[in-house]
């Protein structure tokens, strides 16, 4: 099955389950770090795509002069 690409909402998702496990002490010593690691980059991700939009939403308004 091939690998569906990324966007924020999956993320975004991802990020409130490891959340979620982490205050749940669902999450094991021998896991803690692969799943910090993870929501690091999952933050990255979504930090760069909330920048991105701002980017391109805000060129778009100034090109119609709003």
Partial sequence: MAEQRM???RAYEELETIMNDLQADRISV????????RAA????FCNEMLRSTEAEVSK???KLGL
């Fill in 60 to 62: 778009i308004v100034k």
């Fill in 41 to 44: 980059e999952l933050i990255t």
């Fill in 7 to 9: 966007t924020y909402e």
């Fill in 30 to 37: 021998d896991e803690l770090t692969a799943k910090v690691k």
